[in-house]
């Protein structure tokens, strides 16, 4: 073990942050950011950082859980070799099954003090170059007025891909849905149900939505993560492209959405799988015909760019979900390497991810 790759200290912190607005979908909302940053010292200095996003109403992790595990995995670790991630990430999901956004936090302060110590950027951990990203932008569950005033400031901010939250109520969903076709014109519209539909009444929606000659270019999770039958019947009664986020948050889940066809998109997310095991189950995709989207939960630019990182030196996602910055205040003014309508551009990365908290 080379002296600089050993793991001399950690720190683990919680990260709070304000929204801009309330981040509201079909499953329960953020009104702020209360995350998890990890930070791991190598011994020549180094540090990297990694950050858990905990969503109790999604996944059940806890922040109290989280920060009690990634301290006691912070002990465990000190006096390692970090050039043993694929060891030490084996150990972790061993360890804590149900604790993904931790193993997120550490797989990615590991790799981010790798790659400052290598000096390469966290991109090319995945590929040749990297690939520019551009990202929707999410159009939370809201009343028609305040969805009409998001859109019309994100349009002419440059987006050009519209996520909106549906789930709750059909017939303002489909009010909301008619307004940013009729606000951001040409632009693409993504609906994201957060397992708030059945599979019939995603189908009727759908319909209804195409007698008014509105076409989404995907919809991603309408039904709930157990109902692999419903999902099956809404990825066969639609030319649309049907997406799992929910229904595949492990590589079992990824190998059962293959097998059965359930779905032709699959969302990717570090705080599902980890960083390392986020690679594996995109690289399963992508060999069975799978279509890819990025995505992320409430996080700072800190996770969100290591996504962008894994993303873009990949290089081969379709949908890129990258916008929770833009939902946090005074976000995007710390990210150099984000563009005020949405683009990742990670080629000036000098060496890690090349955020610090």
């Not at 080379?2 to 079909?26: D, Y």
């Not at 940053?37 to 190598?42: G, Q, R």
């Not at 066809?261 to 990717?268: P, S």
């Not at 390392?276 to 800190?302: C, F, P, Y």
């Amino acid at each position: 073990m080379k002296k600089g790759e050993q793991v001399k200290g950690f720190a683990v912190s919680v990260l709070s942050a304000p929204l801009v607005q309330p981040f509201r979908t079909a499953l329960g909302q953020h009104d702020s950011l209360e995350n998890i940053l990890f930070t791991l010292e190598l011994g020549d200095g180094k540090k990297g950082f990694g950050e858990a996003a905990i969503a109790t109403h999604i996944t059940g992790e806890t922040l109290a859980e989280t920060y009690k595990n990634l301290k006691s995995v912070g002990q465990s670790l000190v006096g390692q070799d970090a050039s043993n991630y694929l060891r030490i990430s084996a150990k972790l999901h061993e360890r804590l099954p149900k604790n993904k956004s931790a193993i997120a936090a550490v797989e990615t302060a590991l790799l981010d003090a790798l790659t400052r110590q290598w000096q390469i950027p966290l991109w090319k951990f995945f590929g040749d170059k990297p690939k520019r990203l551009a990202s929707d932008i999410t159009i939370v569950i809201a009343d028609l007025k305040e969805t009409e005033e998001t859109v019309k400031k994100f349009y002419k901010q440059g987006f050009c891909a519209f996520k909106v939250k549906i789930g709750r109520d059909e017939d303002l969903d489909f009010k909301r849905v008619a307004a940013v076709k009729r606000l951001a014109p040409r632009s693409a519209i993504y609906l994201d149900a957060n397992q708030g539909y059945s599979a019939e009444q995603t189908i009727r929606f759908l319909k209804k939505l195409q007698r008014f000659k509105i076409r989404p270019d995907l919809i991603e999770q309408p039904v709930p993560r157990e109902d692999w039958e419903g999902l099956k019947k809404v990825t066969r009664s639609t030319k649309i492209p049907v997406c799992a986020d929910e229904s595949a948050r492990s590589i079992p889940e990824c190998l059962r959405l293959i097998h059965e066809k359930a779905a032709g998109v699959m969302n990717i997310k570090l705080m599902k799988f980890g960083l390392l095991q986020a690679r594996e189950a995109a690289m399963l995709a992508r060999a069975n015909d799978v279509k890819l989207m990025i995505g992320g939960m409430m996080e700072t630019s800190l996770a969100m760019t290591a996504s962008a990182h894994l993303a873009a030196g990949m290089g081969c996602f379709d949908y890129v979900d990258l916008d929770t910055p833009f939902f946090i205040k005074g976000a995007t003014r710390q990210n150099p390497f984000l563009s005020r309508r949405g683009v990742y551009d990670l080629k000036e990365v000098k060496a890690g991810i090349g955020i610090k908290p």
